[in-house]
């Protein structure tokens, strides 16, 4: 007879040793399988596909385990599709955001908890042009401007392309992000521009074969007299002799002589503004030279 100290004892101990002996896929019968997925081709540095993308799931169940029966998923919350065995391949090819729920099931019917993926995805190209110039501009100096839209994703930047007297275009500004820009040229040419947009997802506008815009430089405009090398800039050591000059009461290379003190104070503007400036026809001098934009 076994006492009911021993069988205190002996309880535990044999059904430890039952669940020692049973087979492994019946000891780990309560463990779901694992589903990874893999995205090709992968998003862009932005997080953006511009073209279809196929998904592959692969589904693992844990070591001695069941095995996976199978995966389902659906595409933003549509009715799941479910297919037999531990992998699936689906292509997403809709523009917009897809959100693919995924979640593989074990053949003893342990479930995993669903798993997302999201697709940001746009395929279609932007476009954009350079605005008509303000009328009578015709100095050697211009503020070039430009806009674009863009479906799905947005304008990244733009491509600003130029010809000089219907040569071929030339890349001006490349992957600009501002929409505007100041361009010198020479009197008496004809400049024409276009530009090319980009998107986040990187679409690119279609080519183009002729300018959006053109303008005509009749006359040279007059620099500032501070800018010695008229490059329509104003740079630090351009002003500090030009102010100097002043102090002095020295001539300067370009009049008005004496140099007057508006002058130099509009030298130092146009410095502190960042350097780049143009001139304004409707104004006298010094108002003339207004700042530029980048
Ligand atoms: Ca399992
Ligand atoms: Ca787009
Ligand atoms: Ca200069």
Redesign the pocket.
Same mark, same amino acid.
């Given at each position: 007879m076994i006492s009911r100290r021993q069988m205190t004892i002996l309880v535990p101990v044999l059904l430890a040793a039952v669940v020692v002996l049973l087979p492994p896929s019946a000891r &780990? =019968? %309560?463990? &779901?399988?694992t589903t990874t997925a893999a995205a090709s081709p992968g998003p862009n540095a932005d997080g953006w596909n511009n073209g279809d993308v196929t998904v592959s799931l692969t589904a693992a /169940? /844990?070591a001695g +385990?069941? +095995?996976v029966k199978e995966i389902s998923y659906s595409l933003n919350g549509s009715a799941p599709t479910i297919v037999s065995g531990a992998s699936a391949s689906i292509t997403v090819s809709q523009e917009g955001t897809t959100t693919l729920t995924y979640f593989a099931t /074990? =053949?003893?019917g %342990?479930q995993e908890s669903p798993k997302t993926l999201t697709i940001k995805m746009d395929k279609t190209a932007p476009s954009s042009q350079v605005l008509p110039f303000p009328a009578n501009e015709a100095f050697s100096s211009v503020t070039v401007q430009w806009t674009g839209a863009d479906a799905g994703s947005g304008i990244k930047d733009f491509t600003i392309y130029v010809s000089d007297n219907g040569g071929p275009f030339t890349i001006w500004q490349q992957n600009i992000i501002s929409t505007s820009a100041v361009f010198v040229g020479q009197p008496g040419h004809t400049y024409s521009f276009y530009s090319i947009a980009r998107d986040v997802a990187g679409n690119v506008e279609a080519a183009k074969s002729a300018g959006d815009q053109s303008i005509t430089f009749l006359y040279e405009a007059p620099g500032h007299p501070a800018d010695t090398n008229n490059d329509w800039r104003l740079s630090i050591n351009e002003i500090t002799a030009y102010g100097a000059a002043w102090k002095r009461g020295d001539p300067w290379q370009s009049g008005p002589n004496p140099i007057p003190i508006d002058y130099v104070t509009n030298a130092g503007a146009l410095w502190k503004t960042g350097e780049q400036y143009q001139y304004d026809s409707t104004k006298n001098p010094p108002l003339c030279w207004i700042g530029a934009a980048e």
């Open positions: &780990a =019968n %309560n463990i &779901a399988p /169940d /844990d +385990g069941s +095995g /074990d =053949n003893v %342990n």
